[in-house]
């Protein structure tokens, strides 16, 4: 069998020009590569990863539990992909993580992902349970989203630049309770529409309009208790169902090795008064942004090469829905610098460091806003 090459850290589609895609977060864009064609007689590929994460935390003693915490992480994942038609597959991931101290384990691999991709043409179709990711193109992309749906997207390109439409459900589940927005009880639905390419040799863009739709409204833990004291809750109305984020950002090419770019997102819900005043809730929460420099070729597959970043962000709680970045956590804010160094061709280790607040100061008896310092380590094996 080939080896899987969806596990490899490729340039993307309609980004030849900008290469460093996404280093400084998950490894949701690994997976929207288009791939090489498999054939009739060699119809499956399958694949895999390990991966040894420990993020830590240093943060005041009165910090919230709910929005972050020391974890060491194994992670198991396998890949796969089956041909049944020509430019048609099933694509899937089943992955299961331990985690240390806690024991969030549950001794089985969930399927993760499973879908079908194919092609009409040069439109690219999907259908099942989707991976969703925000300015794939981009350097610091996945400041809006990083997760999966259960529904469909259409991927159209039109010269250096394509349309991406998606809809479907956000499983609660999927979510991580320390990172995301919309803390509901019950699933949101979520659709978007976006557009992404490349300006001549130097300049990709990248704009979209995301919303979350929440027939209980409001923001509420998964008990059903509502987020911020008081009758309203955290939104304007306390009902309010719907939170739409607006985005743009860019990437410069300085150079063979150097890349800046920037992305910019607000969300259109509004927090209430009473929110601000009970819980020291700010207005900032409405608002997201990344800076990045970056240097060198992460899709470059050989031993020794290094990657880094240095990077000034904000994840506001409305102007995200699952910020994937390794450092920053959900409703921070600060500088953030990492490295990713492949040290064989299928062993890598990244390194990041956070610096920074929250967004909010989180209790009106509060003077200022909790400082948070973090580290993140981890270890990848590719197979």
Known sequence: MKKFLALSILPIIFSANVEAAAVSGEDFWEDLEELSELSSSEPFEIGGKVKLNRKTLNAPNNYPATFGMNQTTLEGQIDFRLRFASKWYLRGRLQDDYVWFSGDHDNDFDLKRIFVDGKIGAVEIRSGKIP????????????????????????????????????????????????????????????SIQTQGDIGDNISISAGVHNMHNTAGGLRLPSGVEYSPGGQGFFESGTEKNNMIV?????????????????????????????????????????????????????????????????????????????????????????????????????????????????????????????????????????
């Open 132 to 191: 969703i990711f925000d300015a794939l193109n981009l350097s610091s992309g996945g400041l809006v989203i990083g997760t999966e749906i259960i529904g469909g997207q259409v991927r159209i390109p039109i010269q250096n630049f394509e349309i991406i439409a998606s809809g479907g459900v956000i499983d609660n589940d999927d979510y991580d309770l320390t990172r995301t927005t919309t803390i509901f009880d019950t699933d949101s639905t979520y659709l």
């Open 247 to 383: 985005t743009a950002g860019f990437d410069y090419k300085i150079n063979d090795d150097f890349t800046f770019g920037g992305i910019y997102s607000k969300g259109s819900a509004k927090i209430t008064q009473q929110a601000q005043t009970n819980s020291g809730e700010s207005t900032d929460e409405t608002k997201s942004y990344t800076v990045q420099l970056t240097y060198g070729h992460p899709e470059i597959r050989e031993r020794n090469n290094l990657t880094g970043w240095l990077a000034y962000r904000q994840a506001g709680r409305i102007g995200s829905y699952h910020p994937s970045y390794h450092a920053l956590g959900f409703g921070e804010r600060g500088l953030e610098i990492g490295a990713q160094y492949r040290i064989l061709e299928d062993l890598s280790c990244e390194i990041a460091y956070f610096n920074g607040e929250k967004v909010s100061k989180l209790s009106a008896a509060a003077t200022d806003k909790p400082d948070v310092k973090k580290w993140y380590l981890g270890v990848k094996y590719e197979f």
